[in-house]
């Protein structure tokens, strides 16, 4: 587990930009069964997702159609949060950095790590954007 030091500016990357930090199990299940579209953002310390995760979601969140819940869980340190979450997200191997898209608690479009290790923030944010306008 991370210590928190580590992980705080990490984490308020996102939740200072209105993401939701759901750091309990029961916290993620009341967050994917809400009716609507919900991006859940698996966050971690890796340099991907510092270089291209966490700023491609920032930007993706500049379009028309965004999800109307933002929200997060930081693997390696809201450990049962991230656990639960990972069993909405199935079949997909735990990954982080990941994002997934539920629509109305159904899964609908999900990034693994190597969509975007190795990649820019805009690509990540664009292949986000395509599902927002898709589904939100």
């Known amino acids: 587990m991370y210590p928190e030091t580590l992980v705080k500016p990490m984490k308020s990357e996102l939740t200072g930009s209105g993401f939701e930090d759901l750091t309990t199990p029961t916290a993620v299940d009341n967050a994917i069964r809400q009716p609507g579209t919900t991006l859940l953002v698996f966050n971690s310390v890796c340099g991907c997702s510092a ?6 979601i920032l930007l993706s969140v500049k379009n028309e159609k965004v999800p109307q819940h933002l929200t997060t869980v930081f693997a390696g340190f809201d450990v049962e949060a991230t656990a639960q ?3 909405y997200t199935l079949p997909y191997p735990p990954s982080s950095p990941s994002i ?9 479009h ?3 790590r190597h ?3 190795g990649h ?5 944010a664009e292949n986000l954007k395509a599902a927002y306008d898709q589904y939100c």
């Open 51 to 56: 270089g291209a995760a966490r700023p491609g």
């Open 100 to 108: 997934a898209l539920f629509k109305d608690g159904k899964l609908v």
């Open 110 to 112: 999900f990034i693994e």
């Open 120 to 124: 820019s923030a805009n690509m990540v």
């Open 85 to 87: 979450a990972r069993r």
């Open 115 to 117: 969509h975007i290790e």
